[in-house]
């Protein structure tokens, strides 16, 4: 799990001070505090920014529970439009493998490659956490 707010994707300086005025400061407590439809869109109103802006940052909140995976592939993930714990649970290994090779060759967002072997394991500790976000 992130241990700091300041070190999600997306959160620049202004929002990360916001988000530590209304006591968020870290991934599992923005994950809390946005679980729910009404959640995020009241968070998003007092915030002044855009409603899926605060569903992006809670899905990667989300994603950051699966020990595995680092900064670099949840953004592979994201690209490959796997948004939550949830969704990465009931993706197949290796239609998801391929399809991660197929948007890092042309979007070149990672150096290297995961492997069949570290989706597998993403995919198994995916299965193994409870879904925390509400639709």
């Known amino acids: 799990m ?17 988000l530590r005025a209304r006591c968020v400061n870290t991934g599992a407590q923005l994950l809390q505090v946005t679980q729910t439809p009404q959640a995020r869109q009241a968070l998003a109103q007092e915030m002044g920014v855009d409603q899926r802006f605060i569903l992006d940052l809670a899905g990667r909140a989300d994603l950051a529970r699966i020990p595995s995976l680092d900064a670099v592939q949840m ?18 290994p ?14 070149r967002l ?6 069949l ?19």
């Open 94 to 107: 290796p239609d998801l493998y391929h399809r991660l090779m197929e948007i890092n060759y042309f979007q």
């Open 75 to 92: 953004d592979l993930l994201e690209a490959a439009g796997v948004q939550t714990v949830a969704a990465l649970a009931k993706r197949s």
């Open 110 to 115: 990672a150096e290297v490659n995961p492997t």
């Open 117 to 135: 072997a570290e989706v597998h394991q993403w995919i198994a500790e995916a299965r193994m956490l409870p879904s925390m976000l509400k639709h």
């Open 2 to 18: 992130l241990n700091s707010i300041n070190q999600m994707s997306g959160v620049t300086p202004r929002l990360a001070a916001q």
